[in-house]
């Protein structure tokens, strides 16, 4: 009954080829969040939405690219995978003020 | 520049002691949020506890308390009580931008706790 779900689990994936990771909610939430989690560095923001179309870079944002063109749904794009974002990547969408984010299960890509 | 610190990359802990976490963070934004996330082996972030800039009393969560230190801008999680599914990487968060275009969470590098039996 997980309110979101990411899109796929596990991918391996050559240098140089495009991926799409998707997040898939089913809450309405307004606001959907993309995090990479590399060991020693937390979790980092990528990119982020706060509405249909509405998109803004994070911390980490070259070499990707989202898109949001309805509620339920936000693509992360690795427009040409390199070997360093080989990481395990989070969605999370905001809940409410008090209850920090929901997260999604984590896609682990490997770029080979 | 770092936001939240973490300075406890490791931490062991005796079962049913108490242990306390550190984080501190920097904003100049006035309304924010503070979190903690704890993440087991399996892999997914749970939410522990929140803590708003203008709340005047400190979190609790059952065995989870947020001991925040507004002048000090410091959020210290602390689980009394610690159990064997305690062990787990836990994450200190901040929210800025509340409601703005610019809403958004960064975390800390996360604190690796080792409950020993």
């Known amino acids: 009954d997980a309110g979101i779900t990411q899109s796929p689990r596990h991918k391996v994936t050559e240098t140089g080829t495009p991926v799409t990771l998707r997040c898939h909610q089913t809450?309405?939430?307004?606001?959907m969040y993309w995090y990479r989690q590399d060991p020693g560095h937390g979790l980092r923001l990528i990119h982020y939405?706060?509405?249909?179309?509405?998109?803004d870079k994070g911390e980490v944002s070259d070499g990707y690219s989202v898109s949001r063109s309805k509620t339920e749904d936000f693509l992360l794009t690795l427009e040409s995978a390199t070997s360093s974002q080989t990481s395990v990547y989070f969605c999370?969408?905001?809940?409410?003020?008090?209850?920090?984010?929901?997260f999604g299960s984590g896609t682990r890509l490997t770029v080979v | 520049a770092q936001k939240i610190t973490q300075t406890q990359p490791g931490m062991f802990v005796q079962e049913k002691e108490a242990v306390t976490l550190d984080c501190t963070y920097d904003?100049?934004?006035?309304?924010?949020?503070l979190f903690w996330y704890k993440q087991p082996s399996s892999g997914e972030m749970i939410f522990l506890i929140y803590?708003?800039?203008?709340?005047?009393q400190n979190a609790t969560e059952g065995r989870y308390s947020l001991n925040f230190q507004k002048a000090r801008k410091s959020a210290n999680l602390v689980i009394s009580a610690s159990q064997l599914g305690d062990s787990a990487m836990y994450f200190c968060?901040?929210?800025?931008?509340?409601?703005?275009?610019?809403?958004?969470?960064?975390f800390g590098p996360g604190t690796s706790l080792s409950v020993i039996p």
């Open positions: 999370a969408m905001k809940e409410g003020v008090a209850y920090g984010y929901t």
């Open positions: 809450e309405n939430h307004r606001y």
């Open positions: 939405s706060y509405g249909v179309k509405d998109t």
């Open positions: 904003t100049s934004d006035p309304s924010y949020g």
């Open positions: 803590q708003g800039s203008y709340d005047q």
């Open positions: 968060a901040m929210r800025e931008g509340r409601g703005t275009s610019y809403d958004k969470v960064i």
